[in-house]
């Protein structure tokens, strides 16, 4: 107790936000809860749209629903929130550096048998001369996300792919594989 107060005065003291391991984990329980959040919002919606009009009406709502959806989630938490990948979708969502380094550590942690959907980072680094929070889970590939990301996407849904994604990179996927992660941050 005393040296969280003691290093919590001395991060006041010079005009810094200060993490300490209570901060991480809790701050990490937060990113875990934005990322249950936000699947527990676009996945019902892309279900919906593959029983209505299959993977070319998915392309359509994850287009229009996945940025509204982020930027509504960010907006209520204070966080900021990407979806990003080695092999992305969208341009927009390139990995930084840092999303780089992760991404290659959880193939790591996969080859070395973890389970993907419980792979996930928490740290405080400074970006910019500022500290901020970064959270990154993994996003596993499921059985239904190979219509659009598989190795084989039909013509059709490649079509319309290539609708929204002219320079798409996203597919060549199988079931367990690391589709991407989440990335989200807090400055401190």
Known sequence: MKKTLIATLMAAMAGTAWAGDADVSALKEEGREIARQFLGTLKPELQKAMKSGGPVHAIDVCHKKAPQITAELSKKTGWELKRTSTK???????????????????????????????????????????KVFRYAKAIPTGKVCVACHGAHVHAPVMEAIKTYYPHDQATGFKPGDIRGMFSFKKPL
């Open 88 to 130: 992305v979708r969208n341009p927009n969502n390139a990995p930084d550096e840092w999303e780089k380094r992760v991404l290659a550590q959880f193939e790591q942690q996969k080859a070395r048998g973890a389970d993907v959907k419980k792979l996930e980072v928490g740290e405080v680094v400074e970006e910019n001369g500022h």
